[in-house]
Each structure stands twice: as C-alpha cells, then as structure tokens.
C-alpha cells in the first residue's frame, strides 16, 4: 500500500499531472502505519 501512495503523491507533485490533480482536485495521501502494539504476533492454537 505504502508504496502505491509514494507513487502516487509522486506522480501528484510532477508537472502536467500536478495541473490536472488541481484542477479534479486529487490530494496528497497519508501512509499507512501500525501501531506497535497491534504489530504483535497474533497466537493461533489448531487443536
């Protein structure tokens, strides 16, 4: 996902593309991040 956003806000700041995203109105998108927490391993029992 991470790197579709970079491409894409990549994109967004080149001309002419920054011209058209003006004028539709395209917006720089944020990143995804996890929290620390969340990132833990998730235990799994198959009993």
Do not use: C, R, W
């Amino acid at each position: 996902y991470n790197s579709n956003v970079l491409s894409y806000n990549s994109h967004l700041q080149q001309f002419p593309t920054s011209m058209l995203a003006g004028m539709f109105h395209f917006a720089i998108k944020d990143y995804f991040q996890m929290d620390e927490k969340k990132a833990e391993p998730v235990a799994v029992s198959f009993e």
